[in-house]
């Protein structure tokens, strides 16, 4: 895909040398969130779907301070 390939293409030159993809979606919503000791993620058909499972995974880590960094949905893909 060609979002894959330019994520990897651009954490290579930035001079990183272990990228690595952790995440891609299309058709539906991905959700970000950091905490001080890392970061959760998933994706799913809705944005808040794709928040509130973040956070849930994010507290069943052991998580404190979970905060939403990122939210994004790709655009729809029409299925004939």
């Known amino acids: 895909r060609a979002a894959d390939r330019a994520a ?7 001079g990183n ?3 690595v993809l952790k995440n891609s979606y299309s058709n539906g919503c991905t959700a ?3 905490h001080p000791a890392g970061y959760s993620f998933t994706s799913k058909a809705t944005p808040q779907e794709s928040i509130d499972d973040a956070l849930q995974m ?3 880590a052991k998580g404190t301070n979970c905060r939403v ?3 994004g949905c790709s ?5 004939r």
């Open 69 to 71: 960094y990122y939210q």
């Open 58 to 60: 994010c507290a069943e």
């Open 32 to 34: 970000l969130v950091t």
């Open 17 to 19: 040398t272990s990228c």
């Open 8 to 14: 990897m293409d651009d954490c290579k030159a930035r």
């Open 75 to 79: 655009l729809p893909v029409r299925v």
